[in-house]
């Protein structure tokens, strides 16, 4: 199975601070890569896709980069509601596999 | 707006046998099932075709694991049988999504079903 890394595992940011995730895959997933967030109590909500590809809704705060086995999620200006935890996940190969997740604390 | 209503949470003994459902808004979509235990990651489960109902499951699960799903209802169910402590955990249905270069997501999830397995 691919193994998904994520750091930090957790951080603290201020409204208006800009916010890198890293995600690294065990090997190779090309660009198979996806970003989840989720707020507590709730379901995960998809961000990203192809790792780069903002899905419809999301606020282009919201970005994504990387391929083959390092990738990124950046959040740029944080805004309240983006406290919760991320998950990075990728689709090269079955079992589908997630990160343990960064929990991202707003000042 | 495509919406997923799961069933309520179970507790179950080691052993058992459980079963989650999913009311979907249409049949027109796959759907996918995951898991995640307090704290950790989601885990995936597997997908299952709903035209064909054609199954793939995650080789960790397989030969416990059941999913199925009724048209006439909009409704998928999850089956997972001789359950263990370490099988409590909130499961997701989630839209199978795809295309090409893309790879796959999971989008929108249900509200979550929390299975709890205790003696």
């Known amino acids: 199975d691919i193994q998904m890394t994520q750091s930090p595992s957790s951080l603290s940011a201020s409204v208006g601070d800009s916010v890198t995730i890293t995600c690294r895959a065990s090997q190779s997933i090309r660009t198979y890569l996806t970003w989840y967030h989720q707020r507590p109590g709730k379901a995960p909500k998809l961000l990203i896709y192809?790792?780069?590809s903002l899905q419809t809704g999301v606020p282009s705060r919201f970005s994504g980069s990387g391929s083959g086995t390092d990738f990124t999620l950046t959040i740029s200006s944080l805004q309240p509601e983006d406290f919760g935890s991320y998950y990075c996940q990728q689709s090269y190969s079955t079992p589908y596999t997630f990160g343990l997740g960064t929990k991202l604390e707003i000042k | 707006q495509i919406q997923l209503v799961q069933s309520g949470a179970e507790v179950r003994k080691p052993g058992a046998s459980v079963k989650v459902s999913c009311k979907t808004s249409d049949s027109s979509f796959h759907i996918t099932w995951l898991r995640q235990a307090p704290g950790q990651g989601p885990e995936w489960l597997g997908w299952?075709?709903?035209?064909?109902?054609?199954?793939e499951y995650a080789q960790s699960f397989q030969g416990r694991v059941s999913m199925t799903t009724d048209r006439s209802t909009n409704t998928a169910y999850l089956d997972l049988r001789s359950l263990r402590s370490d099988d409590t955990a909130v499961y997701f249905c989630a839209r199978f999504g795809s295309g090409g270069n893309s790879g796959v997501w999971f989008d929108p999830w249900g509200q979550g079903s929390l299975v709890t397995v205790s003696s």
């Open positions: 192809a790792a780069s």
């Open positions: 299952i075709n709903s035209y064909n109902g054609n199954t």
